[in-house]
T-cell receptor, first 117, second 111 residues
Framework: GAVVSQHPSRVICKSGTSVKIECRSL??????MFWYRQFPKKSLMLMAT?????????EQGVEKDKFLINHASLTLSTLTVTSAHPEDSSFYIC?????????????FGSGTRLTVV | DAKTTQPTSMDCAEGRAANLPCNHS???????VYWYRQIHSQGPQYIIH???NNETNEMASLIITEDRKSSTLILPHATLRDTAVYYC????????????FGTGTRLTVIP
């Protein structure tokens, strides 16, 4: 149980275009989801906290107009990278809070590798 | 959340036990120790967590010192598929606060 599905797993896009990444909780409701970014050989860095029905909370240094987050339902959060540039190429990972189930804590999606050319 | 310190990398022979240490000297009384791992190009995977007692599940064992300032994750019989980065995280398991990932330990299981 407690599966998070992230899609797509890999995407290549041209500079200037936008890319949407979806994160779905398949068998539970996730009122809070988190979006991380990971550069090669580096650790995960939190980008934003996504709350169902309200605006996302962005970490310092993350441009909210560039990384649009929508959490319109209890099972879906989306991250849209707008006007992508090569420096946005990275591995993006979502996770869902299972704060009502302290045995797991969090469950993660499988990640999306974005390459901007 | 308390900070943790882990060795950057470790090697382990296949079939042997892998013991991954973690220091969390500033851990507070209500913080749990969580372990996650990340296999290359995948999302992190939950392994185990505990407060002060030793814990064991089908994946690993967690040994927490009596003063709770350090812990050790034990993979009893490491396989090649256990090659991953292992993250030790301490946090209070309430609310929807995020997980803070440190640098972790890169474990390489050698045939």
């Amino acid at each position: 149980g407690a599966v998070v599905s992230q899609h797509p797993s890999r995407v290549i896009c041209k500079s200037g275009t936008s890319v949407k990444i979806e994160c779905r909780s398949l068998d539970f409701q996730a009122t809070t989801m988190f979006w991380y970014r990971q550069f090669p050989k580096k650790s995960l860095m939190l980008m934003a906290t996504s709350n169902e029905g309200s605006k996302a909370t962005y970490e310092q240094g993350v441009e909210k107009d560039k990384f649009l987050i929508n959490h319109a339902s209890l099972t879906l959060s989306t991250l849209t990278v707008t006007s992508a540039h090569p420096e946005d190429s990275s591995f993006y990972i979502c996770s869902a809070s299972l704060y009502m189930r302290s045995d797991y804590g969090y469950t993660f999606g499988s990640g999306t590798r974005l390459t901007v050319v | 959340d308390a900070k943790t310190t882990q060795p950057t990398s470790m090697d382990c022979a296949e079939g042997r036990a892998a013991n991954l240490p973690c220091n969390h000297s500033t851990i507070s009384g209500n913080e749990y120790v969580y372990w996650y791992r990340q296999i290359h190009s995948q999302g992190p995977q939950y392994i185990i967590h505990g407060l002060k007692n030793n814990e064991t599940n089908e994946m690993a064992s967690l040994i927490i010192t009596e003063d709770r300032k350090s812990s050790t994750l034990i993979l009893p019989h490491a396989t090649l598929r256990d090659t991953a980065v292992y993250y030790c995280i301490v946090r209070v398991p309430t609310g929807a606060n995020n997980l803070f990932f440190g640098t972790g330990t890169r474990l390489t299981v050698i045939p």
